[in-house]
């Protein structure tokens, strides 16, 4: 089946360092993939996606991109910011329709230090 | 724009007690999902709607019901409530496009003691 694995945390950051939490997959067929992310006391809201082989989706500064060859999707910013302190999830879809679900990784807790 | 709303926040529950989490949407979205969340181990799908008077199983129901009356309101029934059940509880809908995002509930903290 399918599933998702991402790097473990937690992560410690200063403000303004570079960021990447990894992410690899594991699905049948050709799923997108996303990365949502989760502020202290919210549900989760979806940062970024890509939907093929070799797409890149970027948002606020986070970028990731779809690699099919290597079957991951890492998550990077250039230079992160204290309000970036959050839960990170990757995950991906399964067939569209009716079957569509979505399999998410464990999360990846960021915090940012000013 | 209130979105996908999720009532209580918070519940303490005895074992062996019954209680209905309360999910609803404003956005005329067909598809609806319950999501629990254990810390160190992401989202597993409890149930799933793809429209009202339809619900399926998704990886973790046992132990758990759920209706879908209406295209707004997904609640989700413990009968029996279990320590095993202590999650965060979190609702989400979506259109039902391909490949569009999922709108999450700021989700339901339930300990069973």
């Known amino acids: 089946g399918n599933s998702v694995t991402q790097m473990e945390g937690p992560v410690t950051l200063s403000e303004e360092a570079f960021l990447t939490i990894n992410c690899t997959y594991t699905?049948?067929?050709?799923?997108?993939l996303f990365w949502y992310v989760q502020y202290p006391g919210e549900g989760l809201q979806l940062l970024l996606k890509a939907t093929k082989a070799d797409d890149k989706g970027s948002n606020k500064g986070f970028e990731a991109t779809y690699r099919k060859e290597t079957t991951s999707f890492h998550l990077e910013k250039g230079s992160v910011q204290v309000s970036d302190s959050a839960v990170y999830f990757c995950a991906l879809s399964s067939s569209g329709g009716s079957n569509y679900k979505l399999t998410f990784g464990k999360g990846t807790l960021l915090t940012v230090n000013p | 724009n209130a979105g996908v709303t999720q009532t209580p926040k918070f519940r303490i529950l005895k074992i062996g007690q019954s209680m209905t989490l309360q999910c609803a949407q404003d956005?005329?979205?067909?598809?609806m999902y319950w999501y629990r969340q254990d810390p160190g181990m992401g989202l597993k799908l409890i149930y799933y709607?793809?429209?009202?008077?339809?619900?399926d199983k998704g990886e973790v129901p046992n132990g758990y019901n759920v209706s879908r009356s209406t295209t707004e309101d997904f609640p989700l029934r413990l009968e029996l409530a279990a320590p095993s059940q202590t999650s965060v509880y979190f609702c989400?809908?979506?259109?039902?496009?391909?490949?569009?995002?999922?709108?999450f509930g700021s989700g339901t903290q339930l300990s069973v003691l």
């Open positions: 699905a049948t067929g050709y799923p997108s």
């Open positions: 709607s793809v429209g009202a008077g339809i619900t």
């Open positions: 956005m005329n979205h067909n598809y």
């Open positions: 989400a809908s979506r259109p039902g496009t391909v490949n569009e995002k999922l709108f």
